[in-house]
């Protein structure tokens, strides 16, 4: 990835922007540590730069039925340091987890939401600060009106659009037809059950400070 610029064009200037900011580029990205170098290389110093990314490991949802009883909605990059480290206890011939390694043959991370804070820090910004929202893999009892309202449009997703992505993973790695296939049956089995199952992903809001000074200008 390299920043385009000419003498003309100076809508990407380097050190220029108050404020730079992107959402759902898990699919397009594959070198997040670059890309987070060319953000805050667009920033001024003091500018602030905001990323919108979801994990799409599935969590099972507390008793309760609140996530926040068992994950901390504001955690510290410390504690999702602690969770990338933490695997999916899911069968490793599921759909999800071939899917999550299909990506990952291409470059592309389905755990990015849980890594930007990470990479963040690690980049030089100041004051990292991470926030998380459920993502509803399912629907229950108790859901707060803001995951009733995703829980349709992550079903429709995982309905419509998945199963071309994952036929455009599958043709460009080495899974047969009849693997792809069945990827996508077990795929629309989950939608089936959609309705009354008690897992979730989230989605990440992680932002952080460009110093004054610093490597980055």
Known sequence: MELATTTTDNCLTKGTFDYVFSRFLMGGITDWKQYVDLCISLARPGAWIEMQEPDMTPF????????????????TVGDLKAEARTS????????????HNMMRSRGL??????????????????????????????????????????APIHEAFVRDDAPGLIRKLGSAG?????QVDKVIE?????????????????????????????QHV
């Open 174 to 178: 080495s899974m047969s037809s009849e």
């Open 88 to 99: 999916a206890h899911e069968d490793p011939e599921s759909w999800r987890i071939i899917w």
């Open 109 to 150: 991370e389905p755990r990015i939401g849980t890594l930007l804070g990470s990479y963040l820090e690690d980049a030089g910004l100041e004051d990292v600060q991470v926030q998380r929202y459920v993502l509803p893999f399912g629907t229950w009892v108790g859901m707060m009106e803001a995951q009733r309202r995703m």
């Open 186 to 214: 077990d795929l629309r089995a989950f939608v089936e059950k959609f309705d009354g199952n008690r897992e979730h992903g989230w989605i990440y809001v992680v932002y952080g400070k460009k110093p004054q000074t610093g």
């Open 60 to 75: 099972s949802l507390s008793p309760s039925g609140d996530a926040y009883d068992v994950y901390p909605k504001t955690p």
